[in-house]
């Protein structure tokens, strides 16, 4: 039996909750993180977050009201946004 190990990782939708987003990956997986991770999403007005688009070939999530840059290889590993960007401020101030 030949099992291949290669997996399709690209967005295919990303779905906003409360406080926590969710990413559909090709595969079939799918990726839930808090919106605490990503300071500029907390943020972020529920229009604001709506307003995403699929990136880098497929693999990133990009929002650009308020400047935010996802990719999928990093919510895969776990990785919250660095924690300088927690004194961005609000795309509302």
Known sequence: MNISTQTDIR???VIIHE??????????????????????LLKATPEQLEKWQICGGGYGIHWQEIDEDIS??????????????????SVND
């Open 19 to 40: 406080d926590s987003f969710s990413v559909e990956i090709m595969d079939g997986r799918i990726i839930t993180v808090p919106l605490a991770w990503f300071p500029r």
């Open 11 to 13: 967005v295919k939708t």
């Open 72 to 89: 999928i290889e990093g919510l895969l590993r776990g990785a919250p946004a660095p924690r300088n960007q927690a004194s961005i401020p």
